[in-house]
């Protein structure tokens, strides 16, 4: 590995650990929705009005069995609901309730400030660029890694 990359895979090792500071701060500070669950909420949420355990389960590339408990928690904490699908009654639509609503804003919001802190010395076309950068960043990893849509994300927990 040249040492470009070397230097890069230590940045994002920094990364992944201020990403998990980052969450752990927010599920301190903002408890409403627990630890690991704000992006299933955010799922949920994008879904909007059609969104079934075995969408989001497709979604999130995550097991059937994690989405299911996962649901279970949230449903538990008041931020979601199961409510029928009209279509076929046999099923279920999940919904984010009105607590989960305000829980999500929460978080948003929470999230922006500290990035606006974070960001305050940047100059806007800093900022752009790092985003774009990242956006390809990412897709570029998932071609490398052969962007296998059956790839199932148990394992990067």
């Given at each position: 590995?040249?040492?470009d990359?070397?230097?890069?895979?230590?940045?994002?090792?920094?990364?992944?650990?201020?990403?998990?500071?980052?969450?752990?701060?927010?599920?301190?500070?903002?408890?409403?929705?627990?630890?690991g669950?704000?992006?299933?909420?955010?799922?949920?949420?994008?879904?909007?009005?059609?969104?079934?355990?075995?969408?989001?389960?497709?979604r999130?590339?995550?097991?059937?069995?994690?989405?299911?408990?996962?649901?279970?928690?949230?449903?538990?904490?008041?931020?979601?609901?199961?409510?029928?699908?009209?279509?076929?009654?046999?099923?279920?639509?999940?919904?984010?309730?009105?607590?989960?609503?305000?829980?999500?804003?929460?978080?948003?919001?929470?999230?922006?400030?500290?990035?606006?802190?974070?960001?305050?010395?940047?100059?806007?076309?800093?900022?752009?660029?790092?985003?774009?950068?990242?956006?390809?960043?990412?897709?570029?990893?998932?071609?490398?890694?052969?962007?296998?849509?059956?790839?199932?994300?148990?394992?990067?927990?």
């Amino acid at each position: 590995m040249d040492s470009d990359a070397g230097e890069l895979g230590l940045r994002l090792y920094d990364l992944v650990r201020c990403i998990r500071l980052l969450k752990q701060h927010r599920a301190d500070q903002h408890p409403a929705i627990p630890a690991g669950m704000l992006g299933m909420l955010v799922q949920i949420n994008q879904l909007s009005s059609d969104c079934h355990a075995r969408d989001l389960a497709d979604r999130t590339r995550l097991d059937a069995s994690t989405v299911s408990r996962s649901v279970a928690a949230l449903v538990a904490h008041g931020l979601i609901e199961r409510r029928p699908d009209p279509s076929d009654r046999r099923a279920t639509i999940l919904a984010l309730t009105p607590a989960g609503r305000t829980a999500l804003a929460d978080s948003h919001r929470w999230y922006g400030e500290v990035l606006e802190r974070a960001l305050a010395d940047w100059a806007p076309g800093e900022v752009a660029a790092l985003s774009a950068a990242l956006g390809r960043f990412t897709g570029d990893i998932a071609i490398a890694l052969g962007n296998n849509d059956n790839d199932n994300l148990e394992a990067a927990r």
